[in-house]
């Protein structure tokens, strides 16, 4: 079992910054690719970014490519989420996630084996 909690969601202004954290507890945390989706007000979850084990591997969503990046720090169990250039768009609720093979394989979201119950992050105009 792996547990995921999320924080460092908010309000902020368009333009704005914040960066999201995802602890995890439990099984050892180096044997998961991580990633983080986000579901918008009426939208499906979609993917945002993900993350292989060892951090040498990265992938995002064409949307947030060049704002967001995602890192991880395997000693602290947390991955992270650092957000920059905000646009109202980006408002969602946001989900990190454990997968037990690759960071490619959390791009398909299919064979996630561990969700958090999500951060609200809200960007004003």
């Known amino acids: 079992q792996v547990q995921l909690v999320e924080s460092g969601g908010g309000l902020v202004q368009a333009g704005g910054s914040l960066r999201l954290s995802c602890a995890a507890s439990?099984?050892?945390?180096?044997?998961?690719?991580m990633g983080w989706f986000r579901q918008g007000p009426g939208k499906e979850r979609q993917f945002v970014a993900s993350?292989?084990?060892?951090?040498?591997?990265?992938y995002y969503a064409d949307s947030v490519k060049g704002r967001f990046t995602i890192s991880r720090d395997n000693a602290k169990n947390t991955v992270y989420l650092q957000m920059n250039s905000l646009k109202p768009e980006d408002t969602a609720v946001y989900y990190c996630?454990?997968?037990?093979?690759?960071?490619?394989?959390?791009?398909?979201?299919?064979?996630?084996?561990?969700w958090g119950q999500g951060t609200q992050v809200t960007v004003s105009s």
């Open positions: 996630a454990a997968e037990r093979t690759s960071a490619a394989a959390v791009v398909a979201g299919i064979t996630i084996g561990y």
């Open positions: 993350i292989s084990w060892s951090g040498d591997s990265t």
């Open positions: 439990g099984r050892s945390f180096t044997s998961y690719a």
